[in-house]
């Protein structure tokens, strides 16, 4: 059977304290790690996803410009076009037309 004395288990105590404490700090380092990592995956995902719905958005768009174009015998009228990407609201304009001469 061991016995301990007083003054032992107090030196042991504090060692155990001492464990604890480096254990804990360790344990919040890896933490700490393991959740920036999944964080990063997260947010990742969520713009991988935020592009895959605008790229059906922008086929959207472009089907809806050219659908769009009017031909007239030769000449090719083009209306203004809006289309949304991320939320913004943005107009496709006829680019052979000079806003200048307007």
Same mark, same amino acid.
């Given at each position: 059977?061991?016995? %301990?004395?007083? &003054? +032992?288990?107090?030196?042991? @105590?504090? @060692?155990? #304290?001492? #464990?604890?404490?480096?254990?804990?700090?360790?344990?919040?380092?890896?933490?700490? =790690?393991?959740?920036?990592?999944?964080?990063?995956? !997260?947010?990742?995902? %969520? %713009?991988?996803?935020?592009? +895959?719905?605008q790229? =059906? +958005? %922008?086929?959207?768009? @472009?089907?809806?410009?050219? $659908?769009?174009?009017?031909?007239? $015998?030769?000449?090719? =009228?083009?209306?203004d076009? *809006?289309? +949304?990407?991320?939320?913004?609201? !943005?107009?496709?304009?006829?680019?052979? #037309?000079? &806003? *200048? @001469?307007?």
């Amino acid at each position: 059977m061991l016995a %301990l004395t007083l &003054e +032992s288990a107090k030196t042991i @105590a504090i @060692a155990v #304290v001492v #464990v604890f404490v480096l254990a804990a700090f360790l344990a919040a380092w890896i933490m700490k =790690t393991i959740v920036q990592k999944v964080a990063t995956v !997260i947010v990742l995902a %969520l %713009l991988a996803f935020a592009v +895959s719905t605008q790229r =059906t +958005s %922008l086929q959207d768009c @472009a089907d809806k410009v050219q $659908g769009n174009f009017d031909p007239v $015998g030769t000449n090719v =009228t083009v209306t203004d076009t *809006d289309c +949304s990407f991320f939320g913004t609201t !943005i107009t496709i304009k006829d680019p052979r #037309v000079d &806003e *200048d @001469a307007a």
